[in-house]
């Protein structure tokens, strides 16, 4: 399918121009979506897995511990 499904976490550094990891997710996800909470936080819901199948769970992420 030439997509990458990833599980880690990346914050976007405006100084440094670039992003680096931050942390990872538990499951492995590609095509899902993530939402910027209005306390910070970031909702990564659905996708596919590393077989492609369907993911049908949520992940909440504090890019700011």
């Known amino acids: 399918s030439g997509s990458t499904r990833l599980n880690v976490a ?7 121009g670039a992003f680096s990891a931050t ?10 979506t993530a939402t910027l909470l209005t306390n910070g936080k970031v909702l990564v819901t659905g ?12 992940e909440l992420f504090n890019p700011a511990p």
């Not at 990346?10 to 440094?16: C, D, P």
């Not at 942390?23 to 899902?32: D, I, L, P, W």
């Open 10 to 16: 990346e914050v976007y550094g405006k100084a440094a």
């Open 47 to 58: 996708g596919t897995n590393g077989s492609g199948v369907s993911i049908n769970s949520a």
């Open 23 to 32: 942390g990872s997710m538990t499951a492995t996800r590609a095509s899902h």
